[in-house]
T-cell receptor, first 108, second 114 residues
Framework: RKEVEQDPGPFNVPEGATVAFNCTYS??????FFWYRQDCRKEPKLLMS???SGNEDGRFTAQLNRASQYISLLIRDSKLSDSATYLC?????????FGQGTELSVKP | DAMVIQNPRYQVTQFGKPVTLSCSQT?????MYWYQQKSSQAPKLLFH???????NEADTPDNFQSRRPNTSFCFLDIRSPGLGDAAMYLC?????????????FGPGTRLTVL
C-alpha cells in the first residue's frame, strides 16, 4: 500500500464546475499536509498548507480528517488555468511523502 | 524576488559520463533537497542538507552524490549516469524541517542520457 494515495484521474470538468480530489495517507504520525500544483514539465508549486482541520484560500478549500486519515481539496468555479496535476503531500518528521498526483483538465 | 534557481534547465549527457547539476537559492533557507522525478511519477527524495549536515535516503544509489559548499548553493553529482537516470531533477528548499517545512521548488533540470 502506498503511503499517500490519490485517484490519478484524469478529471475532465467544464469551466465553472466544482471538483474535489481525495487523498488518503497510511502513517498516522504525519504531522502536516500540503497540496502542490504541478503543470506539465514544470516544478511543483505550493498551493495550500494544512495543519489542523482545514484551510481555505479563495476558490480552494482543503479539509483534513485525522481519524479517517483523509485529506481533500475542493476547487470551486474551475478555471481553464486550473488544469494541472495536484499533488497531495504528507509531512512525516520533516520528510515530504508525495502522492502520485491527480490530473485535472478544465475544458471550455 | 527570492527564489530557487537551477542550472542548467536541460542537460544531455552520455552513458557513464559524469554530470553535475546546480541549485542556488536566495531565500536563505537552512534546508536544501534534491528530488528525482520520472514521467508520471511522484518526486522521489534523494537526499537533503540541513545546513551542512547531509542526510541520505536509504534507497538512493551510490551513483548520486551531493555537495553544499555554502548556504546558497547545492550540487548534485551523478558519477556514472545510466539510461535509467534520465529524469527531471528538482531542487527544493525549506526554512526548517519538521512541522511547517513548506518546501519551495526550483524549475528543475531535465536530464537526458544518451
Amino acid at each position: 500500500r502506498k503511503e499517500v494515495e490519490q485517484d490519478p484521474g484524469p478529471f475532465n470538468v467544464p469551466e465553472g464546475a466544482t471538483v474535489a480530489f481525495n487523498c488518503t495517507y497510511s502513517n498516522s504520525a504525519s504531522q502536516s499536509f500540503f497540496w502542490y500544483r504541478q503543470d506539465c514539465r514544470k516544478e511543483p508549486k505550493l498551493l495550500m498548507s494544512v495543519y489542523s482541520s482545514g484551510n481555505e484560500d479563495g476558490r480552494f478549500t482543503a479539509q483534513l480528517n485525522r481519524a479517517s486519515q483523509y485529506i481533500s481539496l475542493l476547487i470551486r468555479d474551475s478555471k481553464l488555468s486550473d488544469s494541472a496535476t495536484y499533488l497531495c503531500v504528507a509531512n512525516q518528521g520533516g520528510k515530504l511523502i508525495f502522492g502520485q498526483g491527480t490530473e485535472l483538465s478544465v475544458k471550455p | 524576488d527570492a527564489m530557487v534557481i537551477q542550472n542548467p534547465r536541460y542537460q544531455v549527457t552520455q552513458f557513464g559520463k559524469p554530470v553535475t547539476l546546480s541549485c542556488s537559492q536566495t531565500l536563505n533557507h537552512n534546508v536544501m533537497y534534491w528530488y528525482q522525478q520520472k514521467s508520471s511519477q511522484a518526486p522521489k527524495l534523494l537526499f537533503h542538507y540541513y545546513d551542512k549536515d547531509f542526510n541520505n535516503e536509504a534507497d538512493t544509489p551510490d551513483n548520486f552524490q551531493s555537495r553544499r559548499p555554502n548556504t546558497s548553493f547545492c550540487f548534485l553529482d551523478i558519477r556514472s549516469p545510466g539510461l535509467g537516470d534520465a529524469a527531471m531533477y528538482l531542487c527544493a528548499t525549506s526554512r526548517i524541517t519538521g512541522v511547517g517545512n513548506e518546501q519551495f521548488f526550483g524549475p528543475g533540470t531535465r536530464l537526458t542520457v544518451l
